[in-house]
């Protein structure tokens, strides 16, 4: 088994904390293999920031840190998707945070669309932990990690006054 994830958004969604929480979480309680490479803009906030995952059960898989066909593609914000398509195949499960992001731009890609940050905000108050909904519904669909594995990796992460507000974005997500 071998999955090649893409997530893109902008400075200040999440998007480098959904990567480290996926990368942690595979690699230290799910045992699988992982690369992860993080890129983003300078700016602190609202610059493209770009997260590429290779998991696989074999370590050989594991041979580039940047995704080549990307078996899932997370856009949180509409940053070059235009480019990113380049390495999306009809089979990418495609999830989209609809508020941002035109689901008319994914027509014939296996798509997955919610407002993920307002059904974040509406339901935990607060749209900072969109990044963690989203997540939820991934480990729904991928079926790569449980919710263990992400509960013991985002311990590890995020203070302890945000972490049961991150574990319920990603019950929330998963139950979507």
Known sequence: M???IL???RGGQGVLLLGRVIGLATTKYANYYAALTESYASETRGGESRVDIIV???SEEVKHVRVESA???VFMYPFNINKYKSILTKNTLVVVDSEYVDVDLFKGY???AHRFSEIAEKNI???RVANMVILGKLLREIEILKIEHVKLALKELI???WFEQNVKAVELGYNL
């Open 2 to 4: 071998k999955r090649e």
């Open 7 to 9: 997530i893109v958004g």
């Open 56 to 58: 696989s059960t074999l």
């Open 71 to 73: 078996d899932i593609a």
């Open 110 to 112: 296996r798509l997955v």
């Open 125 to 127: 108050g607060t749209r």
């Open 159 to 161: 203070p302890p006054n």
